[in-house]
């Protein structure tokens, strides 16, 4: 599941930045905003490093705690989720 968490959070990424650059979007998260208008580097920075700590720190409590890591997990692939499908109507959308 973890696997799953990186590539969702990578794909939220891509499609972010593609929004972003393309004027279509903001930010509405007030970290990653912040990091936006430092730069785009920033930004792809700052979202891998709190991914990469995310799961770390999952990982890490999967062993003591597996029953919750595995439900906050569940629960994060489905905001992940819903997320990437938002980019892809998105996409739909303005393409159509």
């Avoid at 972003?20 to 990653?32: F, I, Q, R, V």
């Amino acid at each position: 599941m973890f696997f799953v968490l990186v590539i969702l959070s990578l794909t939220d990424l891509i499609a972010t930045i593609y929004w972003l650059s393309a004027g279509l979007a903001e930010e509405a998260n007030p970290l990653m905003n912040f990091l936006v208008e430092n730069s785009m580097v920033s930004f792809a920075a700052g979202k891998l490093l709190l991914t990469f700590l995310s799961v770390l720190i999952l990982k890490y409590n999967s062993l003591r705690r597996p029953r919750l890591i595995f439900k906050v997990s569940g629960i994060l692939v489905l905001t992940y989720v819903a997320v990437n499908v938002w980019h892809f109507v998105g996409l739909l959308c303005f393409t159509v």
